[in-house]
């Protein structure tokens, strides 16, 4: 009987579009993220980060060999580099323990959807391929709706400090202004 192949933990995969290869290291949800990210240790020092994403660890590796990717941007690979599962191949995964999700930002690359188009440039290469990539456009944007939301919050804060640095300016320059006046009144007195 042949062992089911998926995304799991330890599975060693390929970066579709880079060709840089690693180990799954972590699997769940990525802070200020909809969906599913798979936190990769790559072979080579080429990847984003060491595994933590805004000071908050996911998983621990070298700097520069951790990157986390959408499964669609995977594929898994056995001992010999072949590749024995995309992720059109397969919808489900594997889930890590989820954590409470906090607001963080967090880029991501896009897939390429020349990937998806048969030779013939007319149909998609497969229903399954069609439903993984409009999955993961629908979670990059409800990444991007968080973001926006976080932004316009950060931006009416800052809006907010704008008006009170501006009071404070202008409480200054009153105040300046009485006492240059209280002077001026003091002399002519004298």
């Known amino acids: ?27 769940g949800n990525v802070e200020s993220h909809s969906g599913t990210f798979y936190g990769i ?35 898994l690979i056995d001992d010999n580099q072949k590749v024995i599962l995309s992720s059109s191949d397969s919808s489900e995964h594997v889930e890590s323990p989820k954590e409470p999700e906090k607001e963080t930002h967090f880029t991501s690359s896009i897939p390429v959807l020349s990937k998806m188009i048969s030779s013939d440039g007319d149909k998609p290469s497969s229903n399954t391929d069609l439903q993984a990539h409009v999955k993961d456009l629908e979670e990059k944007l409800q990444t991007l709706i968080i973001k926006r939301t976080e932004d316009k919050a950060k931006l009416k804060e800052l809006e907010k400090l704008k008006i009170q640095n501006q009071v404070s300016v202008l409480v200054q320059k009153s105040f300046h202004l009485l006492t240059l006046m209280f002077l001026f009144l003091a002399f002519i007195r004298v």
């Open 1 to 27: 009987m042949m062992a089911e192949k998926r995304f799991a933990l330890k599975s060693r995969v390929e970066l579709v579009d880079k060709k840089l290869q690693g180990t799954i290291a972590y699997i």
């Open 41 to 75: 240790i790559l072979d080579e020092p080429k990847g984003k980060n060491n595994g933590s994403v805004k000071g908050k660890c996911y998983f621990t590796c070298p700097e520069n060999h951790g990157i986390f990717v959408r499964q669609t941007q995977i594929q």
